[in-house]
Each structure stands twice: as structure tokens, then as C-alpha cells.
């Protein structure tokens, strides 16, 4: 599985961005996929994952209200938008795929086997 990620960039306060996780090698089928973060000295984050299969969603308390997980079958690319952005989102955001799926260890990024590479979003007037 190889996963090409996109869509950071510099935002103001409350604003919006759009990241883009394109996958290749396996389809949205196979790969549940999960979107992670971390900012300088702390330990990487999970904020959302849509699943195999159903495209079920999940999202933590962190993106909860404000980020939204979609995929797109046909591009096999799933997507996560972040509205409302603060200075706390200020971090290196990754995308992630698992090819099993257990909801006891969605959020745990150790259990991914494939991620790709991060980019960076900082929120700052």
C-alpha cells in the first residue's frame, strides 16, 4: 500500500484546509484508513478513520464537530476537512491505512501498517 497525502498549509484562525490521502496498491475496500497528527513533543494523535468496507467514521474529541472524514471510492482517495481550525491544531497531520480493522485500536497509530508522508498545517494570524 502506498499512500500519498496533501493539503497542509498556513491558516488563520478559524479557518479551513482540506487534506487528500490518495492510496494505491489496494482499494478503499480493504483499507480502513485513519488520519493522525503531532505537534512538536507530543505524541502522535488520532483524530478520525473511515473503515473498510461500510465507510463507517469515527472521530475523536479532538475533530469531533469540526473535521469531517469522506472518501471517494472512484479516486480511492479519502479526504479530511478541518473547519474552525485553532492554534492547537498547529501540527504535522498524517494519513494512515490499516488493512484489518478492530474498534478497540482504531485511534492507537501503532496498529497501522502503511502511512503516508506528513504534512504540515499550522494555524497562526
Known amino acids: 500500500v502506498q499512500l500519498q497525502a496533501s493539503g497542509g498549509g498556513l491558516v488563520q484562525p478559524g479557518g479551513s484546509l482540506r487534506h487528500s490521502c490518495d492510496a494505491s496498491?489496494?482499494?478503499?475496500?480493504?483499507?480502513?484508513i485513519g488520519w493522525f497528527r503531532q505537534a512538536p513533543g507530543k505524541e502522535r494523535e488520532g483524530l478520525s478513520l473511515?473503515?473498510?468496507?461500510?465507510?463507517?467514521?469515527y472521530y475523536t474529541e479532538s475533530a469531533k464537530g469540526r473535521f469531517t472524514i469522506s472518501r471517494d471510492a472512484a479516486q480511492n482517495t479519502v479526504y479530511l476537512q478541518m473547519n474552525s481550525l485553532k492554534p492547537e491544531d498547529t501540527a504535522v497531520y498524517y494519513c494512515?491505512?490499516?488493512?484489518?480493522?478492530?474498534?478497540?485500536?482504531?485511534?492507537?497509530?501503532?496498529?497501522?501498517?502503511?502511512w503516508g508522508q506528513g504534512t504540515q498545517v499550522t494555524v497562526s494570524s
Open positions: 496498491g489496494f482499494t478503499l475496500d480493504y483499507l480502513s
Open positions: 494512515a491505512a490499516d488493512r484489518n480493522f478492530d474498534p478497540r485500536t482504531r485511534y492507537n497509530w501503532k496498529v497501522y501498517n502503511d
Open positions: 473511515i473503515t473498510k468496507n461500510s465507510g463507517g467514521t
